[in-house]
Each structure stands twice: as C-alpha cells, then as structure tokens.
C-alpha cells in the first residue's frame, strides 16, 4: 500500500452526526443485522493470524505469494460462495537478492558499511560508487536547487517531508524518476519512521526495472550521514546489489454474489505482501476484512439489488499489476461500464468515516448512512476527507472515470513505523479495530448495492481529465507516466 492514501482522517469535516437521520429506517434493521453478525461470528482476526503463522510473506510470482491466492480461494468457498474464480496474468516480477551500502569520506578509502535494502524494480545488477548529493525532500524544487551538481552523483532524500509545511509529498517512486530526469546515477532514501527501521517498496513509477540503483536507510542512518557530510565533507557512496527480474503468474481471486442487476459494487483489498515481514497490516488487515464481509453477506444470505464482488488483488506492491489487469479486462468485456463502485480497503483500519475522493455529489448520500451507523454505534463519528489520491488498487478504476471509495481510519503511530518493513507482524494486529473494520464497511457496500440509484455515474474521458485535474493530481500521473492526456 502506499502511504499517501493510508490514512484518511480528521482533517476533513463531520457529517452528519449531529442528527441522525436514517432515512425512514430504511437502513437500520440491515445495519443492525451487519453489526450483530460481525460482533458474533467474525472470522477476520483468527484467519489473519493463521494465514500469517502458516504462510508467511505473500509476495507476488513467490511459492508465498501462491499459497496466498490458493488460501483466499478456499477460504471463500468455504464461506459457502460458489462463484469464486482465479483471474490470472502474467507479467515480468522484480524480487530481491542481495545488497550493500559502503560510505567514506572522498579522501578516504575506508569505508563503513550501512545497513540497507534494496528498493523494488532496481536494476539486477549494479556496482557503482558516486558522491552523495542531499536532496532533502526530493521534490522537484529540491533537484532543481542542486540541479547541476547531482548530475552523476548519488542523490540522498527522505522518504517523508521533513522541515516544511503545506508542502504536498510524493511517492518514493516519483521521487527517484526526479533523481533519473536529474541525471543522478544512483538514489538513497531515508525512511521517516524513527530508529533503525528499514523500508522497502517500489521505486518504479512504472512498474518496469529503473535505470538506478535505488535503496533505503533507516532515519538513524540518514542522521549519522548528513552529520557526517557536514563534519567531514563530501562523502563518497558504493551501491553493489543483485536482484531478480523474471516473468511469473499470479491470481488475482474473485468471489461473486450474484444481485438482481448486472450492475456490479466492487469492493477489493490487496492480497499480495513483500517480503521482509508477513505483511499482517500490509494488507492483511485490508484482504481479509474483504473475505469477512464476503463471509458476513453469504450468512446472512443476503440477495443484493446490485451484484457485488469481492476482489483479492495481486501485485499491488509491485505497481497495481493486479487492478490493472482486473480493468482492462473489463474494459475489453465492455463490463467496465457496469461497476457503479469500487470500495477499496488498504491498510483500512478502525474506521471513523468515509472518503468520497472528491465526488461531492455522494456527500448526502453518504452522509445518511454515516447517520444511521452512527444511531446504531455511537463511537462511529462519520467523519469525511473527500479528496483524491493514487497509490493502491482504486486507481485503475478511477482513471477509467470509476466512482471509488475507502473509509478513513488511523493505525497507531507504533503500527505505522512498521509500514513495508521487517516488524509488519500480526502481533500489530488490533482484533477490535479489524473487526470494525469489517462492521463498517459491510453497512457502506450494503448501502450501495441496494440503494435504489447512485448520484454518480462513471466520468466521460474528458470529465475524468477534468476531475483529476481539479483533486491536484495530474502532476503526480505526469511524473508516473500515467497522464493519456495532451493537456
């Protein structure tokens, strides 16, 4: 999952709590019935848990990632769901091997070694040694200001914003596609999470191996460097790494509850972990949350107005491969035009509203059933953020005009040090705050399968542009190679 769409949470404004209006009642006896289902029979936590103790990491193209797509499958069967299929695709998969970092004064050649991992889709093999060039924040302002003397070096930047307000941040990704257009030969980030944590994740905008090596250190280390760099100089860097790159399959694991429209409500989390943890928050918290709701609706036996399906997403961390595979054969079905939704949870957690990504005609809407939660469980503060972002599996869907939507929770900061690194374990794993999870999103999807008509529709191409433009995301989908507009 990527960090700008983890958390969604009190900046934005309440709606309707003040009040409750519940429409008549025309939600509650569901809701309730949702609400009691979950409190009693939730099987979230106790599969979580197994699937992290018995399988471990789930890393796209791995006998890992394999053993996931074959456990959701089962698992969802076992639900009692006869619908259930494995959508595969292939595709060229980056994993990583082996790494080092050494750093020296330039006058010196006594190098200490830096602990370090491997940034995704860096190259299979990389030697190089270059001066260290710090990038601060490594927005583009921050290239621009050393422009000519990171040309050839190594830049250094942070993972996170440090030292500025009201500054918008940008993926990892992004960041080292500047240090590429800048000339830099090589790219060390500085994780944000205090300590001596390590991070990993992908530095491909794309998807496709980079042109650099690009790796990340923890905060303790990017503090030791820059003091290093001002008490002694220029310091010189030596990147060596081996990594993988290879074709591989994956499934991406669909069970359908069959409504009385072919009109579909999608709601989707990503399976798929990387490998130095178990990735129970990454997304574990998210993917079997969607399996518990699928459980919820199929023991309830409810029979939607709309068809509702629960989608297990591969290769989200490797560049949306999954999401992007499950859309475009929507789009050559011609089936894209019948998603009326698509609810994405990643790293969703606690949940205490909903964000609506800017689709300001849902307000009301949304509003009502944040309403009708709230009369049945009073902690529930239906909050909103309603803005846009990139970075998971929403976003196929939302560049093809998709109505989308995630609800906005909080981890605690402890649980989000661990984000993408080696302690991602389930004993972060809050079983209440998961179980909210399911409770919440279960009253939203429900919602939305069965309301009578959906105040959005899915954009035109031009709308969408317009749309995406207006949440101040062209820039990001520019850098990301993502932009199919002229303007």
Same mark, same amino acid.
């Given at each position: 999952? *990527?960090?700008?769409?983890?958390?969604?949470?009190?900046?934005?404004?309440?709606? $309707? $709590?003040?009040?409750?209006?519940?429409?008549?009642?025309?939600?509650? *006896?569901?809701?309730?019935?949702?609400?009691?289902?979950?409190?009693?029979?939730? /099987?979230?936590?106790?599969?979580?848990? &197994?699937?992290?103790?018995?399988?471990?990491?789930? #890393?796209?193209?791995?006998?890992?990632?394999? *053993?996931?797509?074959?456990?959701?499958?089962?698992?969802?069967?076992?639900?009692?769901?006869?619908?259930?299929?494995?959508?595969?695709?292939?595709?060229? %998969?980056?994993?990583? &091997?082996?790494?080092?970092?050494?750093?020296?004064? +330039?006058?010196?050649?006594?190098?200490?070694?830096?602990?370090?991992?491997?940034?995704?889709?860096?190259?299979?093999?990389?030697?190089?040694? +270059?001066?260290?060039?710090?990038?601060?924040?490594?927005?583009?302002?921050?290239?621009?200001?050393?422009?000519?003397?990171?040309?050839? /070096?190594?830049? #250094?930047?942070?993972?996170?914003?440090?030292?500025?307000?009201?500054?918008?941040?940008?993926?990892?990704?992004? *960041?080292?596609?500047l240090a590429i257009k800048y000339g830099a030969k090589g790219m060390i980030m500085v994780n944000g999470a205090p300590g001596k944590i390590l991070l990993t994740g992908t530095a491909s905008v794309t998807g496709a191996i980079i042109s650099i090596p690009a790796v990340c250190i923890s905060s303790d280390s990017g503090n030791e460097i820059r003091k290093w760099m001002q008490d002694e100089g220029p310091l010189e860097a030596h990147i060596n790494m081996q990594n993988i790159s290879k074709p591989i399959k994956a499934r991406n694991v669909i069970a359908t509850l069959k409504g009385k429209s072919d009109d579909k409500v999608i709601i989707g989390g990503h399976l798929d972990s990387w490998d130095l943890a178990t990735g129970a928050i990454d997304n574990g918290i998210g993917s079997f949350a969607v399996m518990d709701i699928a459980r919820t609706f199929r023991a309830l036996k409810f029979k939607p107005e709309r068809t509702v399906q629960f989608v297990l997403f591969m290769g989200e961390e490797q560049?949306?491969?999954?999401?992007?595979?499950?859309?475009?054969?929507? /789009?050559?079905?011609?089936?894209?035009?019948?998603?009326?939704?698509?609810?994405?949870?990643?790293?969703?957690?606690?949940?205490? +509203?909903?964000?609506?990504?800017?689709?300001?005609?849902?307000?009301?809407?949304?509003?009502?059933? +944040?309403?009708?939660?709230?009369?049945?469980?009073?902690?529930?503060?239906?909050?909103?953020?309603?803005?846009?972002? !990139?970075?998971?599996?929403?976003?196929?869907?939302?560049?093809?005009?998709?109505?989308?939507?995630?609800?906005?929770?909080?981890?605690?900061?402890?649980?989000?040090? $661990?984000?993408? %690194?080696? $302690?991602?374990?389930?004993?972060?794993?809050?079983?209440?705050? !998961?179980?909210?999870?399911?409770?919440?999103?279960?009253?939203?999807?429900?919602?939305?399968?069965?309301?009578?008509?959906?105040?959005? /529709?899915?954009?035109?191409?031009?709308?969408?542009?317009?749309?995406?433009?207006?949440?101040? #995301?062209?820039?990001?989908?520019?850098?990301?190679?993502?932009?199919?507009?002229?303007?």
């Open positions: 999952m *990527k960090r700008a769409l983890q958390i969604l949470v009190s900046g934005g404004f309440i709606m $309707c $709590c003040a009040g409750f209006r519940g429409d008549d009642g025309r939600w509650e *006896k569901a809701f309730r019935r949702l609400d009691n289902e979950v409190r009693t029979n939730s /099987k979230a936590y106790a599969t979580l848990g &197994d699937a992290t103790k018995s399988i471990g990491h789930r #890393l796209t193209g791995s006998v890992n990632g394999e *053993k996931a797509e074959d456990y959701a499958f089962r698992l969802l069967k076992s639900y009692g769901f006869t619908d259930v299929k494995y959508q595969p695709f292939e595709v060229e %998969a980056w994993m990583r &091997d082996t790494v080092t970092l050494s750093i020296a004064p +330039g006058s010196s050649d006594n190098f200490r070694e830096v602990p370090v991992v491997s940034l995704a889709h860096s190259p299979v093999e990389a030697n190089m040694q +270059g001066e260290i060039v710090d990038v601060g924040n490594g927005l583009e302002e921050d290239f621009e200001a050393v422009r000519e003397k990171v040309k050839g /070096k190594i830049a #250094l930047a942070n993972i996170n914003l440090a030292g500025v307000t009201g500054k918008k941040n940008l993926h990892r990704s992004e *960041k080292t596609a560049g949306l491969l999954g999401s992007k595979h499950f859309v475009e054969e929507l /789009k050559k079905s011609g089936g894209i035009d019948k998603v009326s939704y698509m609810m994405n949870l990643d790293m969703t957690n606690d949940p205490q +509203g909903l964000n609506a990504f800017g689709r300001d005609e849902m307000n009301e809407f949304f509003g009502t059933i +944040g309403s009708t939660i709230h009369h049945i469980d009073q902690n529930y503060k239906n909050e909103s953020l309603n803005r846009a972002g !990139l970075h998971s599996d929403h976003q196929p869907f939302m560049l093809e005009g998709v109505p989308v939507a995630g609800l906005s929770g909080h981890l605690d900061p402890s649980v989000l040090q $661990c984000y993408h %690194a080696d $302690c991602d374990d389930f004993d972060l794993v809050n079983k209440e705050q !998961l179980e909210n999870t399911v409770r919440i999103a279960s009253m939203y999807l429900y919602a939305l399968a069965n309301t009578s008509s959906i105040a959005v /529709k899915r954009l035109s191409d031009s709308n969408t542009r317009d749309y995406l433009i207006s949440q101040g #995301l062209k820039e990001e989908l520019v850098i990301g190679q993502e932009w199919r507009w002229k303007n």
